[in-house]
């Protein structure tokens, strides 16, 4: 009768088992980049991230030159978001706190002046135009809900016109602001002692019109104010309304635009 064969011992087996596994994690190991070259695919691979953020770091730079904080923040912002830990994220990471607040700066600077308007209009016969500023007076907040307060709507114009020279009144436009009898105002600027101007009530012909006659001492003042100015009937009858004059750009009024 033949023998059979002896099965394999376990601690045999696993040995062979070990070998096996050790051989295969070595073929593994010898097939796999060397350190030189994953060191070359990194280098790679950061160069091109670095490539691909110099169209924005450029955009960043020039807008820095040129002093214009919103471009410059918004594309630092970029260049944060999409290289962390690159070249061009270590350098505009430098000074970013300043740069934050002076975009905000320029954006409260540039919201200040939309809220002025600037016309040139032709007059038949006139060799000059007739020129205009205007502004509305500031609005309660809409996205406050204990804002309850009821403010009339009043433009303040600004007008050069070459047949009757300059004017400086308050077209009301919806709402009530009465410039009592006599017509007065008492007008502060930034804030400081408030000053009386004497007015007139005329019309527009389909809305009251209330003109501060004192036009170059008005416009002194708007030239002076860095703020705001507040107007009150000098009779005390109506609430306050306040313009944010900030933005006020006296050479596009007195040329037209």
């Known amino acids: 009768m033949t023998p059979m064969p002896c099965p394999l011992r376990r601690p045999l087996r696993r040995r062979l088992s070990a070998v096996v596994l050790s051989l295969g994690t070595a073929l593994l190991i010898a097939c796999g980049p060397s350190p030189e070259e994953q060191r070359a695919a990194a280098e790679a691979a950061a160069a091109a991230r670095e490539a691909a953020l110099a169209p924005t ?19 630092a912002d970029v260049i ?25 700066a320029q954006a409260e600077a540039a919201r200040l002046e939309s809220l002025w308007s600037y016309v ?61 009898s006599p017509c007065a105002f008492r007008i502060a600027v930034d804030g400081a002692e408030p000053q009386r101007f004497a007015g007139e009530a005329s019309s527009t012909g389909t809305r009251p019109a209330l003109f501060i006659n004192d036009d170059e001492g008005f416009i002194r003042a708007l030239d002076a104010a860095t703020a705001t100015i507040r107007i009150v009937p000098a009779n005390g009858r109506a609430e306050p309304i306040e313009f944010e004059v900030g933005g006020f750009e006296a050479e596009r009024y007195r040329a037209g635009g």
């Open 57 to 75: 770091l450029q955009l960043y730079r020039e807008a820095k030159a040129r002093g214009d904080a919103r471009i410059a923040l918004a594309s």
């Open 120 to 180: 040139s209009t032709p007059i038949a016969g006139e060799s000059t135009p007739q020129k205009a500023a205007s502004l509305r007076n500031r609005r309660p907040d809409a996205d406050d809900p204990a804002s309850f307060a009821v403010v009339p709507t009043v433009q303040l114009v600004l007008r050069n016109d070459p047949r009757w020279g300059q004017s400086v009144y308050l077209v009301v436009e919806d709402g009530t602001f009465d410039c009592g």
């Open 80 to 104: 944060l978001a999409d290289g962390p830990g690159s070249r061009a994220a270590e350098e505009v990471a430098v000074g970013l706190d300043a740069l934050r607040e002076q975009a905000k």
